[in-house]
Each structure stands twice: as structure tokens, then as C-alpha cells.
T-cell receptor
Framework: AQSVTQPDIHITVSEGASLELRCNYS??????LFWYVQSPGQGLQLLLK??????LVQGIKGFEAEFKRSQSSFNLRKPSVHWSDAAEYFC??????????????FGKGTKLSVKP | GAGVSQSPSNKVTEKGKDVELRCDPI?????LYWYRQSLGQGLEFLIY????????KSGLPSDRFSAERTGGSVSTLTIQRTQQEDSAVYLC???????????????FGPGTRLTVL
């Protein structure tokens, strides 16, 4: 069965420090992979996505993620964290229905706190 | 253009009552999804509509849950005889699935927070 694992429930980093959020997936075919961010009381906003091609994907707000098929991973990175990045981050894999995308399967999320 | 909208933003109900949650997708989006976000279970898929095809109901947790999509646009999620474990944030998303495209981005609404007393 398809699944997504985010091993870190809560991470705290200092402002200006680098960030890496881990995501591992289990999926039988070529995965469609996503990172979403959710600020308190807000909906989900797409940060970036991987469908095919270049395995290093650039997103909004200075985030990037690298797809590593051999490790079944899609880790999210940012070189320098800002206080406004404090939020919850969700990794997701898109289920494929006959070549078209169906629903998303989400990880449990990683809550990011930023120290001044 | 307008994003996905959901109403109401908050709903408090008593155990055993029925509730209806509404989702207005982005205009022109053919695919519509419902998800549930709760503390214990994280984000769970509920149901998926794609054009005129039969919906994928595989994520609905019980037969108390149902959803419809009228005219290929607005969708209503109905929960009958609500239970306390139904308390959660219900999120709706839509995507534009163009002909021949295999993938697309889902855009999420702000959600409806349901509290069952």
C-alpha cells in the first residue's frame, strides 16, 4: 500500500540556519510527490512538486526538494530559515489512476519552530 | 481569480445531528477532493470526483458519510448522525485535469472546522 513517512514530528531551528525536513514514501510506480505548508488556521499551500525530469525541484519561498529514487526519499531543504517559515509541513504522494492523478496520501506532518 | 472556498468556516453541532459542508472549487476545475484533518489521524482522503465519472468513495470512513457534486461544480459533504470522533477540519481541494495531462496540482480551501459536542 502507498504510504508517506515524515519521521520528525517537531523540529526547532534558529533563524538563519539551514533546514532539512525528511520524507520517505512507499509507492509501486513512479511517484508524484508534493510538499505543502500549513500555517496556523490556514489551508494548505503548495511549496513544490515533482512529476518527472530533474530530480532537484525548486519551489516558492526559497525551498527546494530532491527526489532520490534509490532511497525512496523527497527531502525538503532551505538554506536559511526565516521566522515566517514557522508552520507545519506535509509531504504527499499522488495516487495514479490510469495515468491521471487521483487523491493525495499525506505524511503526518512536521511542525517547524524557529528560534530568534 | 478566486480560490477554493468552503462554508461554513466553523460548525458546532450536537451528537446525532446531520451536517452539510459546502465546497466551491476553482472555476473550470474538473476534479474535486475531500479530505479530513484530525489530531489523531492526520490528513485523510475521503472522496474524489472527476468530471462525470463515478466518484471514488474509497476513503469514506462509514456509510454516515456521503458527498455529491452538482453540475460538475459545487460539492456538498454530508455527515449523518454525527459522532464526537467526526470532529475534525474538513478540507476540499480542486484541480484542473486537462485532456492528455497525467498530473496536476491540487489547490486547497481553508477548511471547515467541525466540532461535535
Amino acid at each position: 500500500a502507498q504510504s508517506v513517512t515524515q519521521p520528525d514530528i517537531h523540529i526547532t531551528v534558529s533563524e538563519g540556519a539551514s533546514l532539512e525536513l525528511r520524507c520517505n514514501y512507499s509507492y509501486g510506480a513512479t511517484p508524484y510527490l508534493f510538499w505543502y505548508v500549513q500555517s496556523p488556521g490556514q489551508g494548505l499551500q503548495l511549496l513544490l512538486k515533482y512529476f518527472s525530469g530533474d530530480t532537484l525541484v525548486q519551489g516558492i519561498k526559497g525551498f527546494e526538494a530532491e527526489f532520490k529514487r534509490s532511497q525512496s526519499s523527497f527531502n525538503l531543504r532551505k538554506p536559511s530559515v526565516h521566522w515566517s517559515d514557522a508552520a507545519e509541513y506535509f509531504c504527499a504522494v499522488g495516487v495514479s489512476y490510469g495515468g491521471s492523478q487521483g487523491n493525495l496520501i499525506f505524511g503526518k506532518g512536521t511542525k517547524l519552530s524557529v528560534k530568534p | 481569480g478566486a480560490g477554493v472556498s468552503q462554508s461554513p468556516s466553523n460548525k458546532v453541532t450536537e451528537k446525532g445531528k446531520d451536517v452539510e459542508l459546502r465546497c466551491d472549487p476553482i472555476s473550470g476545475h474538473t476534479a474535486l477532493y475531500w479530505y479530513r484533518q484530525s489530531l489523531g489521524q492526520g490528513l485523510e482522503f475521503l472522496i474524489y470526483f472527476q468530471g462525470n465519472s463515478a466518484p471514488d468513495k474509497s476513503g469514506l470512513p462509514s456509510d454516515r458519510f456521503s458527498a455529491e457534486r452538482t453540475g460538475g461544480s459545487v460539492s456538498t459533504l454530508t455527515i449523518q448522525r454525527t459522532q464526537q470522533e467526526d470532529s475534525a477540519v474538513y478540507l476540499c481541494a480542486s484541480s484542473l485535469v486537462a485532456a492528455g495531462a497525467s498530473t496536476d496540482t491540487q489547490y486547497f480551501g481553508p477548511g471547515t472546522r467541525l466540532t461535535v459536542l
